[in-house]
C-alpha cells in the first residue's frame, strides 16, 4: 500500500511569487491534514479537509489556503512569499479523520529566498 | 507559552542504554497523546498512543501518561543506533481534533 506523497519534494521561491505543493494520501484515507514545520515552532497545524470540506483551521494568515478534490488529493497554497514561510510542509492522511491515525508525508522542503 | 513543552536536547546516551524522552502540557483537555519518530529528511512516523491516563507497551517502547501531573514520557529500553532520530510528542483533545505537538527531542544513540 503506497503511503502518503507529497510534490515536490523540494522549491525555491523568490519573495513575492505564489507557490502550490500537492499531498496524496493514502488510498481510501478521507481526510488531509496540513502542517508547517519550522526549527522555532515546531509543528503548526494549517487546516485539515474531509470529504473535500475544510473542517478544520490554524491560525495563520489568509495567504495560506487549500483545497481537496474528489479523489481526497489535497493542495495548499500560498501566495505573497515571505521569508519565515521557508519550511518544511507536511501533510497527513487519515482514514476516517481520527487523527490518532494520521499517517505523514516526506514533506515539501520550501525556500523563500 | 506553548500549550506542548518539549526539550530539544540534544540527548546522547551509549547503545543499550534506557532512555526517556518527556512532555509537559497545559491544556487539560487533552486525552490522547502520541508518539512520533521523525529522522532527517522524513516525515514523522507514529509509534504509539495512549488514551487518557496510564501506561503502553510496544516491544522495546513504553508510553506512560500522567493527566494529574500533565507530564508524558516515552521510554526506550536496549536503545539502538538506529533509534536516533527526532522524537516528537503530540496530543489531542478529541479523535478529530487538530494534533497540538512539543517541538521534538533529538535522540543520538553512540556506538
Known amino acids: ?70 479523489n481526497s488529493r489535497s493542495e495548499m497554497n500560498v501566495s505573497t512569499l515571505e521569508l519565515g514561510d521557508s519550511a518544511l510542509y507536511l501533510c497527513a492522511s487519515s482514514p476516517s479523520g481520527e487523527h490518532t491515525e494520521a499517517f505523514f508525508g516526506q514533506g515539501t522542503r520550501l525556500t523563500v529566498v | 507559552q506553548k500549550e506542548v513543552e518539549q526539550d530539544p536536547g540534544p540527548l546522547s546516551v551509549p547503545e543499550g542504554a534506557i532512555v526517556s524522552l518527556n512532555c509537559t502540557y497545559s491544556n487539560s483537555a487533552f486525552q490522547y497523546f502520541m508518539w512520533y519518530r521523525q529522522y532527517s529528511r522524513k516525515g514523522p512516523e507514529l509509534l504509539m498512543y495512549t488514551y487518557s491516563s496510564g501506561n503502553k507497551e510496544d516491544g522495546r517502547f513504553t508510553a506512560q501518561v500522567d493527566k494529574s501531573s500533565k507530564y508524558i514520557s516515552l521510554f526506550i529500553r536496549d536503545s539502538q543506533p538506529s533509534d536516533s532520530a527526532t522524537y516528537l510528542c503530540a496530543m489531542i483533545p478529541g479523535t478529530a481534533s487538530k ?13
Open chain 1, 1 to 70: 500500500k503506497a503511503g502518503v506523497t507529497q510534490t515536490p519534494r523540494y522549491l525555491i521561491k523568490t519573495r513575492g511569487q505564489q507557490v502550490t505543493l500537492s499531498c496524496s494520501p493514502i488510498s481510501g484515507h478521507r481526510s488531509v491534514s496540513w502542517y508547517q514545520q519550522t526549527p522555532g515552532q515546531g509543528l503548526q497545524f494549517l487546516f485539515e479537509y474531509f470529504s473535500e470540506t475544510q473542517r478544520n483551521k490554524g491560525n495563520f494568515p489568509g495567504r495560506f489556503s487549500g483545497r481537496q478534490f474528489s
Open chain 2, 99 to 111: 494534533l497540538t505537538f512539543g517541538t521534538g527531542t533529538r535522540l543520538q544513540v553512540t556506538l
